[in-house]
């Protein structure tokens, strides 16, 4: 079994009201990671997703690209311990 990872990102360009944290929860279920992803008031998108650590770097890949109106200009990450706290992958609102 691999070793879960966990990271916290943080999508910055125009990456609200185009459906980008939608694109990230497909994208979480699609690999099977945990966690969750909101907007944030400074037009950022954050989120937390846990799981084996190649699948949240394909995560951290599909982010980068983002749906197709979005324009994505970085995307800062932190890598952390898993804690196994979540369930599934879900949007939050602030």
Known sequence: MQTAARVHAVVRGSVQEV???YFALEAAR????????RNRWDGTV???AEGPRPAVESLLAALSRGP??????????????ATGEFKAFSIRVL
């Not at 699609?30 to 992803?37: A, E, I, S």
């Not at 197709?68 to 311990?81: C, F, M, P, T, Y």
């Open 30 to 37: 699609d690999l099977t990671l945990t966690g969750w992803v």
């Open 19 to 21: 459906g980008f944290r």
């Open 46 to 48: 954050e989120l937390v």
């Open 68 to 81: 197709r109106s979005a324009h994505v200009e970085q995307v800062d990450s932190q890598w952390l311990d």
